[in-house]
């Protein structure tokens, strides 16, 4: 069982949408979660960190994380052509020297 | 504030050649270093971390090496490229709690 799943998509919303993004992960320990934003051809960007658990926003962006039921989400609010792209999540302890990865979800925002 | 350059940003090997990509960080000490290769379809794949000079872990056997020869410069190389070699390399540096990415080598062998 990988450390981190991710749903792969593709996921295709129109304009405006609320956007959930989740994955889900095994390792009791970890302790610090992050999602990353990558456009076609570009090296992830890190768009929210959390740790532990509980919510965070940012603009459009809320992250949310549930240790009693090791799940992420991103929700994206007011969706926009540009937030299409690959959304990745990650998560790590605070002994660990890399992080986990779940291997994506294609988004889409139609217009 | 810290900043990660790779380079080149697209690269095209005949099989055999070698490779060297470069990956340096600044405004930052002693940092993890990390090569990941990225597959459609397949996530990234951890090939190469670094927690101090000289100090390189390899996750996955393969044709490919890594050296950390400064304490914010990361290269990974290959003496003779194969097909397979082909795909997008990411050098990324973390302070253990979150990483941060490189813009990516797109990679093709031919």
């Known amino acids: 069982q990988k450390e981190v799943e991710q749903d792969p998509g593709p996921l295709s919303v129109p304009e405006g949408a609320i956007v959930s993004l989740n994955c889900t992960y095994s390792?009791?320990?970890?302790?610090?979660f992050m999602w990353y934003r990558q456009y076609s051809r570009k090296g992830p960007e890190l768009l929210m960190y959390?740790?532990?658990?509980g919510n965070k926003e940012d603009g459009r962006f809320t992250a949310q994380v549930d240790k009693s039921s090791k799940y992420i989400s991103l929700f994206i609010r007011d969706s926009q052509p540009s937030d299409s792209a690959t959304y990745l999540c990650?998560?790590?302890?605070?002994?660990?020297?890399?992080?986990?990865f779940g291997k994506g979800t294609s988004l889409l925002v139609t217009p | 504030s810290q900043t990660i350059h790779q380079w080149p940003a697209t690269l095209v090997q005949p099989v055999g050649s070698p490779l060297s990509l470069e990956c340096t960080v600044e405004?930052?000490?002693?940092?993890?270093l990390y090569w990941y290769r990225q597959a459609a379809g397949r996530g990234l794949q951890l090939l190469f971390y670094?927690?101090?000079?000289?100090?390189i872990s390899s996750e996955v056997p393969q044709n490919l090496s890594a050296s950390r020869p400064q304490d914010r410069q990361f290269i990974l190389s290959s003496k003779k490229l194969l097909l397979s070699d082909s795909g997008f390399y990411l050098c990324?540096?973390?302070?253990?709690?979150?990483?941060?990415f490189g813009q990516g080598t797109r990679l093709t062998v031919v």
């Open positions: 390792n009791s320990a970890f302790q610090y």
């Open positions: 990650a998560s790590n302890s605070n002994s660990g020297y890399a992080l986990n």
């Open positions: 990324a540096w973390s302070d253990q709690e979150v990483a941060f």
């Open positions: 405004g930052t000490s002693n940092p993890n």
């Open positions: 959390t740790y532990s658990s």
């Open positions: 670094s927690v101090g000079i000289g100090q």
